[in-house]
């Protein structure tokens, strides 16, 4: 298990007023390390994406505005710079390249088998366009990982994305594209940004899939709606890679979005994943971040999470969290860091094919989407 990681790629900082502060992620490898964690896997360096990798996704139009911008300072409001959720910032071209290398290298290093997982912990910014920016992300890493895998060789590409809000630059860029297969749980559209991700957006061959889940969906639903969606169609697809968004957005805590998640459910999705990878897809399984705004109750212990999964060293949720994190954590943020790794919540997870209700609004949305795009892959929507 390699981790890719820099200090530098905390200069991705749209200002200290801005949701996305990296002391999210700066906290999460703090905690990691304080957990023993780190010591099971490689910290890998890495280079910055050069413009021709990223314009692999990007127009260079919009490449060279990105670089106008970040030496300027001035506003480029044709290609989404400037704006509340995408201020500028001086260096932004640069410390958005790092973010682009770094998922890229993992992608490389499992692809080219140096290492069966990878992770780029301060990646994952999907909403990304080719020719703007949105929703806090500048380059659409994920995006420029699967088009390199494209480049070199890869037939069937699988990306997972359970971040709160809909991966649709991912989306976007491998609509039309039946080598690559996007899966997206997130928050109804009519409630949340960026308002697209509807199940009838299901693109070439039934490979691109949405799942919109009411606001106020708890974790015994999320995990009902992604058992009853993920695994039949990666078991179905045969991903030769497995690419993961883990937005830890969709808390209850989180501040900008409406379900009722909790770390303990979204570290069943990942233990999930994990073993999907092996599966499905020879254990080649590239990871990255994504949302999450609650900066110190929930992204570090999440993400943290998130690494012991994948390093095959899985924290107990019972584990205290160390009190010189905890210390480190009130001194960066001013805040009081939890105590231990679990939310206390106990999960109970029904299968799709166990007590299905036409009339229950998660049923609803799982069943949408299955029969917008079960056929396609030579499943019944109704049954397991």
Not at 195 to 206: I, L, M, N
Not at 303 to 308: D, K, N, S
Request: a negative charge; hydrophobic letters at 40%; one cysteine or more.
């Amino acid at each position: 298990m390699r981790v890719y990681w820099d200090d530098k790629l905390l200069s991705y900082d749209f200002g200290p007023s801005h949701p996305l502060n990296p002391v999210r992620v700066e906290l999460t490898m703090k905690l990691a390390e304080r957990l023993g964690v780190l010591e099971h896997v490689e910290l890998h360096s890495f280079e910055a994406a050069g413009d021709g990798l990223i314009s692999l996704v990007h127009d260079r139009a919009y490449v060279e505005a990105v670089k106008r911008a970040g030496d300027t300072l001035r506003a480029e409001p044709a290609f989404g710079l400037g704006t509340m959720d995408n201020p500028i910032f001086a260096g932004m071209h640069e410390a958005s390249s790092l973010v682009v290398g770094a998922t890229v290298a993992a992608a490389r290093a499992v692809w080219e088998g140096e290492t069966e997982h990878a992770a780029n912990i301060s990646g994952g910014l999907h909403h990304a366009m080719p020719a703007s920016a949105a929703g806090f992300c500048i380059y659409n890493d994920p995006a420029v990982a699967i088009a390199w895998l494209l480049e070199h060789g890869a037939s069937r590409v699988a990306y997972v994305d359970v971040d709160v809000h809909h991966g649709d630059g991912v989306q976007e860029a491998f609509y039309d594209d039946p080598r690559v297969l996007t899966i997206s749980l997130h928050e109804s559209p009519r409630t949340l940004f960026p308002g697209t991700g509807y199940p009838h957006e299901s693109g070439a061959d039934g490979t691109s899939v949405n799942v919109a889940l009411p606001p106020g969906t708890t974790d015994e639903q999320w995990l009902r709606a992604f058992h009853g969606i993920v695994p039949p169609l990666l078991r179905a697809f045969e991903p030769e890679i497995l690419i993961t968004q883990q937005g830890c957005d969709g808390h209850r805590d989180d501040p900008l979005a409406h379900l009722s998640l909790t770390v303990d459910g979204q570290r069943a999705v990942y233990r999930t994943l994990h073993d999907l990878a092996h599966e499905t897809a020879g254990g080649k399984w590239v990871l990255t971040g994504g949302g999450g705004y609650e900066l110190v109750q929930v992204v570090p212990r999440a993400w943290t999470h998130l690494l012991a999964v994948a390093a095959h060293a899985p924290l107990d949720p019972a584990t205290a969290c160390p009190e010189e994190w905890r210390e480190f954590a009130r001194n960066r943020t001013g805040e009081i860091a939890p105590k231990v790794m679990t939310d206390g919540a106990e999960l109970e997870v029904t299968t799709w094919g166990k007590g299905f209700d036409p009339a229950n609004p998660i049923d609803q949305a799982v069943l949408a989407t299955r029969r917008a795009v079960f056929p396609e892959h030579g499943l019944d929507p109704l049954l397991d």
